[in-house]
């Protein structure tokens, strides 16, 4: 499984981030994280306790912000959101949609502290 | 004093950086590079086989051989005709990513090749989240996966350029619902270009290799 690349690209843009913004420490991660999108959650933070060891971020604790798959039927530009995963619109019955949302994993957002023992 | 920073960047950004510096070199080396995906067994190394004993005489062909562990299908495309092959162990992890397919590339001399194709590890689920900078994905799907497929990995069926659906000569004997397939596949990736072939019987092959070859710039 690829989840310690993952955990690795976060660890590196949020070293990056909180380096740009003078940040003694990490102490939050705020991650989106698409109902569509393959990766998982929690072991994540099994990852990160791991390898962000040593650095400010060590300890910071993950949030994971779920973002529910939103579809759009091409043929009646009906939005709908694909139950067990039925990509049939519930309004005319045409398979075939627009993705509108579900497919984010991105870093929203962290929470550093600027000054030591603060 | 605690502050929130916010950031909004993709997670994979550092990949797909190196997936568009990956795309710029072969594009500038006049190459067409197809990134095969598929499930272990349904077909990759046969489709490779295939591909260069139609091709090899009319292109160069690299081929970029993505493993867990051994050079068997590396050995394979080179037995078959092609130019180059290069073998990547992953060592373990699931899929090729850009900086994988950049340690091929820095062993390949690209200008003299016309055709580049990259084997990716046979999974169904990873491989879709990582660009390697291709100019074309292609998911290889077969028919004894079951018709049900397209329905379990949407990530899959939806990023890819391109279909074959292989092993179409097993279709007598098994439940394989090629509309059911077909209706999830029209779903997820509408209008996709799909090419039902068969490695053992060779049929369809044809139509596969001429829009490879129709893609390569000459």
């Known amino acids: 499984m690829h989840e310690l690349a993952v955990t690795q690209s976060v660890l590196d843009i949020v070293l990056r981030h909180a380096k740009d913004a003078g940040a003694k420490r990490v102490t939050d991660i705020h991650i989106a994280i698409g109902e569509l999108s393959t990766n998982v959650d929690d072991s994540v933070q099994f990852y990160w306790d791991i390898i962000a060891k040593g650095t400010i971020a060590e300890g910071a604790k993950l949030h994971f912000r779920r973002v529910p798959a939103e579809l759009q039927c091409m043929a009646c530009f009906e939005k709908y959101h694909p139950d067990d995963g039925e990509l049939v619109c519930p309004k005319c019955g045409s398979v075939g949609a627009k993705i509108i949302a579900g497919e984010e994993f991105s870093l929203e957002a962290i929470d550093v502290e600027d000054q030591e023992n603060s | ?218």
């Not at chain 2, 292609?138 to 899959?156: C, H, N, Q, R, W």
């Not at chain 2, 397939?181 to 509408?190: S, T």
Request: charged share 20%; glycine share 8%.
């Open chain 2, 1 to 218: 004093m605690t502050q929130r920073i916010p950031i909004v960047e993709n997670i994979l950004s550092a990949n797909d950086r190196l997936a568009e510096e990956n795309r710029a070199r072969i594009e500038s080396a006049g190459v067409f590079s197809v990134n095969l995906m598929a499930s272990p067994g349904a077909g990759k190394t046969s489709i490779i086989e295939q591909t260069l004993s139609r091709l090899a005489d009319k292109l160069r062909v690299a081929v970029v051989d993505g493993d867990i562990a051994t050079s068997l299908d590396a050995d394979r495309a080179a037995a078959a005709g092609a130019q180059a092959s290069i073998q990547i162990n992953t060592g373990g992890e699931c899929h090729l990513d850009a900086v994988m397919l950049q340690g091929a590339l820095n062993q390949l001399d690209l200008s003299k090749f016309d055709l580049l194709i990259v084997e990716n590890v046979g999974n169904l689920v990873c491989p879709a989240d990582f660009r390697l900078g291709t100019h074309k994905s292609v998911l290889i799907a077969s028919t004894p996966e079951g018709d049900d497929k397209p329905y379990k990995y949407p990530g899959m069926y939806r990023g890819v350029d391109a279909l074959v659906v292989n092993k179409i000569d097993l279709l007598p004997y098994l439940d394989f619902k090629m509309d059911y397939f077909q209706r999830g596949v029209e779903a997820l990736n509408p209008g996709v270009v799909t090419f039902p072939v068969s490695c053992r019987t060779g049929e369809g092959l044809d139509a596969w290799t001429n829009w490879l070859a129709q893609n390569v710039k000459r």
